[in-house]
């Protein structure tokens, strides 16, 4: 007699015998969503098989290990290019590893190890030059070939921080432009940009981590891969996981995994993953029936050059698809890092491979934590900020005369004064130099000779970064100020190099 | 409408040409951009369609250089719609269509004279037409 199909339950193995015959039911994420809006959960439950789910995003902690066969005389690789791209050479003599953010020597920004890896995946030739100390073992001290995938023996994408959860949408408050992983942010919240799929991210489709864990299989880069392990700064309990993964290479496709260049930021690698989320209960189908309007992230402005940046407010993945949000009644026109196009096209190839049996699903061999922290850098030497170097300014009204403030100038022996209205906001400075200018052009107004375009600095930034923008302004001092505008105190290069010994 | 891209050669640059074409042929010339550099001048404008032979001929006929701007190329290859670049665009000339397409409006596009989008793409795929570039070549030909 047959056993009686438990009604409210599946198994992997349920699943995978119909995927064999070539009758399991599979729907991308977002049918899936419609399809428990139209009919329900209970309906959706007992209809689909499986849910898959797709993203395709920058994802910097990416890489890949190759090995490249022994040269004769053999070499003991200490220092490698490929495509004058520096790469790692972490392990024994030939083994080597292209972190995707490493860049050219000869054109950094522009080329890196993530195109290294898109070339090789697309069969071109590499330029390999390695040096070694030389041992009697591994005499060789110098070595230049021209490779391609074929030419390796193993050829793996191994990625320790992969397929973020969510991640944050990155604004600039900043007066200027400033240059991200987060991509190119204008000034005064001009803009701002987000990345991840939302409802189609294969962790937010099973966010307590019930199916997708060490062993699951999935779409990797065009191919298919395994996941193993939980990423780096994992935090599965504030929706923040992430994935270690591992595929082959040489299968994988450049559609799926291609270099790119991040302006002033540096090189990356965009890795198309796609999870299958088995639907083996009725809270699975629940799951994955999240919409995007239900997933929230922060707006975090990146303009503040700190660990801590602030969070502005929250926002949906439904209010950051629409293209625009409203950031403090301003509307900011918003738009995606990562490709939602190609998102849904791995979703749907991945469902393509399980409906023509070419895919079957795994169960992980261990659970990824739930619990792990992400804890930040335990620092045991701190780094100054401007708070603690910065001193009372001396401070005028545009009223005062020229003598006055040339006076003051003197008595205070100062070569700044910054200019402030009746509510102590900064309206301008003046230094010694105009002063000495306006006296010697007989210029009778205080007025005339101030400078309004004032570089400024707030107390918790990075002294060197304030140091940095003085130097970029040819300037020497930086007047401090708090959000409102109102002067707290000033910096000059003197604190600065007092402090830096510089 | 019709967009038209004007270079003028450094000795153009000070004569008031576009307004004496405006005046002379009543010709409603909107221009959306304009820049003035070392090497020349070139203004980005739009005019009513069917004024634009007799409005290229009188700008032509006096040593202007007149093209139809090429603004942005996007290589379609290497373009994956990451979507990048909408938000940054002044003119919103870049939009997302419904199946997550990157789209370029080149009607709204300003070209090279912003270029906003173009060193913020990742896999640089869009290249902004170098437009001032080719006033030199512009007035070479002119005075052969």
Known sequence: MLPIPNQNTRTVEDINAKIKKGDAQVLTAEEMKRLVESSGIEVAFKEVDVVTTGTFGAMCSSGAIINTGHSDPPIKIDEAWINDVPICHPGAAVDLYIGATAMSETTPFEYGGGHVIEDLVNGKEVDLKATAYGTDCYPRTQLRTQLTKDDLNQFYLLNFRNCYQRYNCAINSRDETIYTYMGKLLPHRRNATF?????????????????????????????????????????????????????????????????????????????????????????????????????????????????????????????????????????????????????????????????????????????LPLDSVFKPMRETEGTPFVAGVMHAAVTCRESESIRDIASRIVTRSVNHIIVVDNQGKIAGIVTSWDITRAMAEDVKALADVVSRRVVTTKPDEPLEIASKRMAKHNINALPVIDNEGKVLGIVTSEDVSKLLGR | MVRILLRFAEDLVEQPITSQIILELKVPINIITAHVNSKGGEILAEIPDNTLDKTVKAFRDKGVDVSIPKLVEVDDEECFSCGTCVSLCPVEAILVDKDGSVIFNREKCVGSTCSVCVDACPTRAIKSVKQLGTVAKAAAKRRA
């Open chain 1, 195 to 367: 990345s991840g799929a939302g409802e189609l991210n294969p962790l937010m489709n099973d966010p307590d981590f019930e199916t997708i864990g060490i062993g699951t299989r999935i779409f990797l880069g065009g191919a298919q891969g395994y996941v193993i392990g939980e990423g780096t700064q994992h935090e599965a309990k504030s929706q923040n996981g992430t994935l270690m993964v591992r595929g082959d290479a040489k299968k994988m496709n450049s559609e799926f995994l291609k270099g790119a260049g991040l302006t002033k930021y540096g090189t990356s690698l965009y890795v198309g993953i796609g999870i299958p989320i088995p639907i083996l209960n009725l809270g699975l189908a629940k799951k994955t029936a999240i919409r995007d309007e239900a997933i929230y992230t922060s707006v975090v402005d990146y303009g503040v050059p700190r660990r801590d940046r602030p969070k502005l407010q929250k926002v949906n993945y439904k209010e950051l698809k629409s293209g625009s949000i409203v950031v403090e009644d301003k509307r900011v026109r918003v738009s995606s890092l990562s490709s939602l196009k190609v998102a849904r096209k791995i979703a749907c190839k991945l469902k393509e491979w399980i409906q023509n049996s070419e895919f079957s699903l795994t169960l992980p061999v261990e659970r």
